[in-house]
């Protein structure tokens, strides 16, 4: 069985990784094409998660000490339960819950990111910061008062350029690392 170089190695990761990129990009363009499927899936895959951490809660239950701290954690298990599952069966209620919750943290992110302009503007660069707040004060805003509408296209949108941004960065650095390892490998300093 031969042995793969370094450089070999590093090829066979980065076209992995390339592949995850691309993938990455093809799942963002489909959820931007269509946004409010992709934020079923985000809110079905949130109401998983809290099973699952129904789950888990309920677990760790009967590993408590005294009926008290027993008691206390089944019922939070079951409160988890509960809730995912009510997530799981009423889906759009979950995508309006999560919207919501989106709208005021943005709001919440672009006002504090202003607060700190305001706290570090002697520094250089800081102006960024405060384009940073007012863009997020201002996504926040629509998506605030266009809901419950907004519902329809915040999440899958916003999942969706978040994964096509990912996608370029890891197949750019990916590329990156090809050529890096590609200019030092030994084949390309003897010649």
Same mark, same amino acid.
């Not at 672009?110 to 607060?115: C, D, T």
């Not at 629509?142 to 350029?161: C, D, E, F, R």
């Not at 941004?165 to 750019?172: D, E, L």
């Given at each position: 069985m031969a042995q793969?170089?370094?450089?070999? &190695?590093? +090829?066979?990761?980065?076209?992995?990784?390339? #592949? @995850?990129?691309?993938?990455?990009?093809?799942?963002?363009?489909?959820?931007?094409?269509?946004?409010? #499927?992709?934020a079923v899936a985000v809110s079905a895959a949130?109401? @998983?998660?809290?099973?699952?951490?129904?789950?888990? $809660?309920? &677990?760790?239950?009967?590993?408590? $000490?005294?009926?008290?701290s027993v008691i206390w954690k089944v019922l939070v298990g079951i409160a988890y339960l509960c809730f995912g599952g009510y997530l799981i069966v009423h889906p759009l209620l979950g995508v309006a819950s999560l919207t919501f919750a989106l709208a005021l943290l943005f709001l919440i992110e672009g006002m504090l990111n202003i607060v700190l302009f305001f706290k570090m503007r002697s520094v250089h660069g800081s102006s960024w910061v405060l384009v940073d707040g007012i863009i997020t004060l201002l996504l926040g805003l629509m998506i605030y008062m266009q809901w419950p509408s907004s519902s329809a296209w915040a999440i899958g949108t916003l999942v969706g350029i978040s994964l096509i941004f990912s996608g370029?960065?890891?197949?750019?650095?990916?590329?990156?690392? +090809?050529k890096g390892t590609s200019e030092a490998s030994p084949s390309s300093l003897a010649a």
């Amino acid at each position: 069985m031969a042995q793969n170089t370094p450089v070999e &190695m590093v +090829r066979n990761a980065s076209t992995g990784s390339i #592949l @995850w990129g691309v993938l990455l990009i093809v799942l963002g363009m489909l959820a931007v094409g269509s946004p409010f #499927l992709a934020a079923v899936a985000v809110s079905a895959a949130v109401a @998983w998660l809290i099973v699952l951490a129904g789950v888990v $809660h309920l &677990m760790l239950a009967f590993r408590a $000490h005294g009926a008290g701290s027993v008691i206390w954690k089944v019922l939070v298990g079951i409160a988890y339960l509960c809730f995912g599952g009510y997530l799981i069966v009423h889906p759009l209620l979950g995508v309006a819950s999560l919207t919501f919750a989106l709208a005021l943290l943005f709001l919440i992110e672009g006002m504090l990111n202003i607060v700190l302009f305001f706290k570090m503007r002697s520094v250089h660069g800081s102006s960024w910061v405060l384009v940073d707040g007012i863009i997020t004060l201002l996504l926040g805003l629509m998506i605030y008062m266009q809901w419950p509408s907004s519902s329809a296209w915040a999440i899958g949108t916003l999942v969706g350029i978040s994964l096509i941004f990912s996608g370029v960065a890891r197949v750019m650095m990916s590329l990156a690392v +090809r050529k890096g390892t590609s200019e030092a490998s030994p084949s390309s300093l003897a010649a």
